[in-house]
């Protein structure tokens, strides 16, 4: 069994600052160790239930904050910036399942602890078929397009709640509750990492079941409204081929696609576009 790990670092347990996951800042080195733990807590529990293959794609700011020889499960690992499917970066359909690991919410959840949905400095919702998603809901499409289900995601509550319309099938390890965007009452890492642990098992184990996984209850054609934090950073959006502008409100834009993993691509050139603007 084949598992695809895509972690971020904002959703684990005991991070609550910008400071505490920017390379380059004083305490991310102790940081980046609780989400290596979080990482290999995921796959030691995956492993429990059976899975015996491991990628995972580093999907946090520069995507190099894991230390590859210290990944359990002699699990591949995915690095470095540039990537054309961003997030979902070496997902396709020999997987069995996906994991979001060290997920967080997005920019209109709240409370959610370093709630952002891709660009912070130019995004401020983003609803996938009328509900509000963050990013684990908007890479449940890659998931959709190469057949693969998602079951488990790990963060805050937040972030739980907000992949459910999506992926009601996954499993889910809360290690924090938000109390604002800047603080949260985390588990102890040790306590954070065994749940990890055994939600991740228990996703496996379901998974070798006679039933098989939901894939993402996404409805196709899929329509992404993206709502931009002002009307210049909308209007260049709509430069991209697939995006429109939408009727009656200048801050946002659509996109419709019937391809998932093509209404994804178009999202992360929108992302970049717009993300070396709003700097």
Same mark, same amino acid.
């Given at each position: 069994?084949?598992?695809?790990?895509?972690?971020?670092?904002?959703?684990?347990?005991?991070?609550?600052d &910008?400071?505490q996951?920017?390379p380059?800042?004083?305490?991310y080195d102790?940081?980046?160790?609780?989400?290596?733990?979080?990482?290999?807590?995921a796959?030691?529990?995956?492993r429990?239930?059976g899975?015996?293959?491991?990628?995972?794609n580093?999907?946090?700011?520069?995507?190099?904050?894991?230390?590859?020889?210290?990944?359990?499960?002699?699990?591949?690992?995915?690095?470095?910036r540039?990537?054309?499917l961003?997030?979902?970066?070496?997902?396709?359909?020999?997987?069995?399942?996906?994991f979001?690991?060290?997920?967080?919410g997005?920019?209109?959840g709240?409370?959610?602890?370093?709630?952002?949905?891709?660009?912070?400095?130019?995004?401020s919702?983003?609803?996938?078929?009328?509900?509000?998603?963050?990013?684990?809901?908007?890479?449940?499409?890659?998931?959709?397009?190469?057949?693969?289900?998602v079951?488990?995601?790990?963060?805050d509550?937040?972030?739980?709640?907000?992949?459910?319309?999506?992926?009601?099938?996954?499993?889910?390890?809360?290690?924090?509750?938000?109390?604002?965007?800047?603080?949260?009452?985390?588990?102890?890492?040790?306590?954070?990492?065994?749940?990890?642990?055994?939600?991740?098992?228990?996703?496996?184990k379901?998974?070798?079941?006679?039933?098989?996984?939901p894939?993402?209850?996404?409805?196709?054609?899929?329509?992404?409204?993206?709502?931009?934090?002002?009307?210049?950073?909308?209007?260049?959006?709509? &430069?991209?081929?697939?995006?429109?502008?939408?009727?009656?409100?200048?801050c946002?834009?659509?996109?419709?696609?019937?391809d998932?993993?093509?209404?994804?691509?178009?999202?992360v050139?929108?992302?970049?576009?717009?993300?070396?603007?709003?700097?």
């Amino acid at each position: 069994m084949k598992i695809f790990i895509s972690s971020d670092m904002e959703g684990t347990a005991g991070v609550v600052d &910008w400071s505490q996951c920017r390379p380059g800042q004083p305490e991310y080195d102790r940081y980046r160790g609780l989400l290596q733990a979080e990482v290999n807590a995921a796959i030691e529990g995956a492993r429990t239930g059976g899975a015996r293959e491991f990628l995972v794609n580093d999907s946090h700011s520069t995507m190099a904050n894991l230390h590859p020889e210290q990944l359990a499960g002699r699990a591949r690992y995915l690095s470095g910036r540039h990537k054309p499917l961003y997030m979902m970066q070496g997902l396709d359909s020999s997987f069995d399942a996906v994991f979001f690991v060290s997920y967080h919410g997005s920019m209109s959840g709240s409370p959610a602890t370093l709630s952002h949905t891709y660009n912070p400095l130019a995004i401020s919702e983003v609803r996938l078929n009328g509900v509000v998603a963050g990013e684990s809901g908007i890479n449940a499409l890659v998931a959709l397009g190469h057949g693969v289900p998602v079951l488990l995601v790990t963060g805050d509550r937040t972030t739980a709640e907000e992949l459910r319309p999506f992926c009601p099938g996954a499993m889910s390890a809360v290690v924090k509750e938000s109390v604002s965007r800047f603080s949260a009452d985390s588990l102890h890492p040790e306590d954070a990492r065994e749940e990890i642990r055994t939600a991740a098992r228990r996703a496996v184990k379901a998974l070798t079941s006679s039933a098989p996984a939901p894939l993402p209850a996404i409805e196709l054609p899929a329509t992404l409204t993206v709502r931009m934090r002002n009307p210049d950073l909308a209007e260049m959006a709509t &430069w991209i081929n697939g995006v429109a502008a939408h009727p009656g409100d200048p801050c946002t834009v659509t996109l419709t696609d019937e391809d998932p993993i093509r209404l994804y691509r178009t999202f992360v050139t929108v992302v970049l576009l717009t993300r070396g603007i709003a700097e």
